[in-house]
């Protein structure tokens, strides 16, 4: 195994993310022993709130919540594995639904304090791990969360609505078999400096809207390009993988649950999100906003407003029940 990188990206120029002080270092050590880098922002004794990043992204791109959130609340926000700061494992087999389950039940056992909730919030990838650990850690829902948000992510058929390649229905299980071997291959291989161009603009593609920012573009893509090969190819390949037909279980998932989706969303669209509405025990919240994929970043003063609703609706529940 190795280490991830030291620091993000020097090309990056997306403001939030560079005003955004570090936070108080934690090293949390998942189930396999791959080390996870986390981090603290807000009061130590203010109401906890974890932070669950996407694929090819790293803890900076929560800037925008963990500035806002972190006024009122206790922030806390990891990279997963093979991404940002965290160790990167070389095996493919390093990389599964298991693992992200894991990874993040480790990281609520060793940053909250013993019986103590939090509200876990996840974007695309970290919404897959809140899932996935739902599924596998049915008991531990309730003895760790008090809600859950869950932001333009999936379930299951992970490249049938994916809008990478438009072709005549007959085709579309052609479609989805050269989707999902783009995104493995493309996921895996290092950017070189002489496809940059071409290359940002598929990810931008794939992940904000057209009416995004071009810093906001260009920061994802920084994220994209900064993340270890091996970490990208290993979780483009469990997603692709295991996100098919058989979808990831929610009748664990018994907290209140806001769910966000993108009406512009090419990566996971709107049908996503709104099969999620629909099957969780639980909803709190099913909201639907403009722009693309990274709904965090495209339109955070939204997100912040959903979140800290959720936040509080939950936190005042509790003081009333106790």
Same mark, same amino acid.
């Given at each position: 195994?190795?280490?991830?990188?030291?620091?993000?990206?020097?090309?990056?120029?997306?403001?939030?993310?560079?005003?955004?002080?570090?936070?108080?270092?934690?090293?949390?050590?998942?189930?396999?022993?791959?080390?996870?880098?986390?981090?603290?922002?807000?009061?130590?004794?203010?109401?906890?709130?974890?932070?669950?990043?996407?694929?090819?992204?790293?803890?900076?791109?929560?800037?925008?919540?963990?500035?806002?959130?972190?006024?009122?609340?206790?922030?806390?926000?990891?990279?997963?594995?093979?991404?940002?700061?965290?160790?990167?494992?070389?095996?493919?087999?390093?990389?599964?639904?298991?693992?992200?389950?894991?990874?993040?039940?480790?990281?609520?056992?060793?940053?909250?304090?013993?019986?103590?909730?939090?509200?876990?919030?996840?974007?695309?990838?970290?919404?897959?791990?809140?899932?996935?650990?739902?599924? *596998?850690? +049915?008991?531990? =829902?309730?003895?760790? $969360?008090?809600? &859950?948000? #869950?932001?333009?992510?999936?379930?299951?058929? /992970?490249?049938?609505?994916?809008?990478?390649?438009?072709?005549?229905?007959?085709?579309?299980?052609?479609?989805?078999?050269?989707?999902?071997?783009?995104?493995?291959?493309?996921?895996?291989?290092?950017?070189?400096?002489?496809?940059?161009?071409?290359?940002?603009?598929?990810?931008?593609?794939?992940?904000?809207?057209?009416?995004?920012?071009?810093?906001?573009?260009?920061?994802?893509?920084?994220?994209?390009?900064?993340?270890?090969?091996?970490?990208?190819?290993?979780?483009?390949?469990?997603?692709?993988?295991?996100?098919?037909?058989?979808?990831?279980?929610?009748?664990?998932?018994?907290?209140?649950?806001?769910?966000?989706?993108?009406?512009?969303?090419?990566?996971?669209?709107?049908?996503?999100?709104? *099969?999620? +509405?629909?099957? =969780?025990?639980?909803? $709190?919240?099913? &909201?639907? #906003?403009?722009?693309?994929?990274?709904?965090? /970043?495209?339109?955070?003063?939204?997100?912040?407003?959903?979140?800290?609703?959720?936040?509080?609706?939950?936190?005042?529940?509790?003081?009333?029940?106790?």
């Amino acid at each position: 195994m190795s280490r991830g990188p030291a620091r993000r990206s020097r090309t990056s120029v997306f403001a939030p993310a560079e005003a955004l002080p570090p936070g108080r270092e934690v090293t949390v050590r998942s189930a396999d022993g791959t080390r996870l880098h986390a981090e603290v922002w807000g009061p130590d004794d203010g109401y906890p709130v974890v932070l669950v990043h996407g694929i090819t992204c790293a803890i900076r791109v929560w800037a925008n919540q963990i500035a806002d959130l972190s006024r009122h609340y206790r922030v806390i926000a990891y990279d997963h594995r093979g991404h940002g700061r965290s160790e990167v494992p070389r095996s493919r087999r390093s990389y599964s639904l298991d693992h992200l389950a894991a990874d993040l039940d480790s990281v609520l056992e060793q940053t909250l304090a013993p019986g103590e909730r939090a509200v876990v919030a996840g974007h695309s990838m970290g919404g897959i791990a809140i899932t996935s650990w739902s599924e *596998r850690y +049915a008991e531990r =829902v309730g003895e760790r $969360a008090d809600g &859950v948000a #869950l932001i333009n992510t999936t379930t299951g058929d /992970l490249l049938r609505h994916v809008q990478l390649l438009r072709v005549p229905a007959p085709l579309a299980s052609v479609r989805v078999r050269t989707a999902g071997t783009l995104l493995k291959t493309f996921g895996a291989v290092p950017v070189p400096r002489a496809i940059h161009r071409p290359n940002q603009r598929f990810v931008s593609m794939l992940a904000v809207g057209r009416d995004a920012d071009p810093t906001i573009a260009a920061f994802v893509h920084d994220l994209f390009a900064g993340t270890a090969p091996a970490g990208r190819g290993g979780w483009a390949g469990a997603l692709v993988d295991h996100l098919g037909p058989q979808h990831i279980g929610l009748h664990n998932l018994v907290v209140p649950t806001l769910v966000i989706g993108s009406e512009k969303d090419r990566l996971l669209p709107m049908v996503s999100a709104r *099969r999620i +509405a629909r099957e =969780v025990p639980n909803l $709190a919240q099913f &909201v639907e #906003l403009s722009g693309g994929h990274c709904a965090i /970043l495209e339109r955070p003063d939204d997100v912040n407003n959903h979140l800290r609703l959720l936040i509080d609706s939950v936190s005042a529940q509790r003081r009333i029940s106790s």
